[in-house]
């Protein structure tokens, strides 16, 4: 009898051991290892391997969002601590910003840190406050390299001593609050490896914003609301997708872009996809992607491309002593019904 679909969080839940979690990137990108998921039978394998599984004519789609130096630490007046998360710019010029704390500022509230305001102002709910910058005379990428931190998310409790290490090697335009984590392990080498079989690399661009480190806090799947976050897809990458012998998706992030392109018909604006199964799959054919978090949309996700076997692979890959998480392992997932 079929499984039906996740409903609950409780439905995309499963026991993930501290000592599962990535605190470290490896030293080598691409030497992470790689669970391929035959439908049948499991493989195991490393990221080097890629050329060897994929085929002539199948395109790759990479996320080449840079991560903005987004963690500011600063202070109030009063010398109290306030730490302002930058998720997205506004039309504007403000920011969206998650804060802490953000209750005890009333709007208006000015923190600092060396060479930078920050006006906190109107409160959106859910710790997220619209912010102003001010960098005096110098350009706010150039004060923000100097006074902000890599966002590394929660569960990563060890400093990260390169900070390039939660950047992908074709990192482009600095607009994410959070590194699009399946493309950290690709190389400059893998990327020409891959072009000198026949397959080809198109890159699309979505700022990776709240949801990626927001968990799932209602009772019902139904309930929950996606944040948008801008996306766009260049027409090189369209057309390069339109002849594909398969699409490829590197990440999550590049599977909510191609797939509201395809919904939508618009190859630039803002993604609110919540794909959960049943789903109805118009573009990507194959996903590399990491082991994600327990309760999270991104789960629903890789529940919706090859269905409830994700939790054996899940159990079987904790078993064999896999990474998990940002800096962990990843699977390559073909869709179901497209063996």
Known sequence: MPIPPPRTPDDVDYPLPAESIAQHPLERRDS????????????????R???DLLLPGDVVVVNDTRVLPARLPLRRSSGGAVEVLLLEELPDGRWEALVRPSRKLCPGTLVTAPGL???VD?????????????PGPRPLLEVLADV?????P???????DDPERYQTVFADRPVSAAAPTAGLHLTDDLLGRLRSVGVTVATIELAVGLDTFRPVLVDRLDDHVIHTERYMVPEATAAAVG???RVVAVGTTSVRALETWAATGEREGRSSLFIRRPYDWRIVDVLLTNFHLPRSTLLCLVDAFIGPRWRDLYQGAIE???RFLSFGDAMLLQRQGRR
């Open 32 to 47: 992470a290892r790689l669970l391929v998921d035959h439908g049948n039978a499991v493989e195991h394998r490393h990221i």
């Open 49 to 51: 391997d890629l050329p």
């Open 117 to 119: 305001d920050v006006v």
């Open 122 to 134: 109107d409160d959106l709910g859910e710790g997220r406050r619209i912010v102003e910058l001010d």
């Open 148 to 152: 902000g931190l890599t966002p590394l």
């Open 154 to 160: 929660p569960y990563i409790h060890a400093d990260l």
């Open 243 to 245: 002849s594909a012998r």
């Open 320 to 322: 064999q002593g896999y």
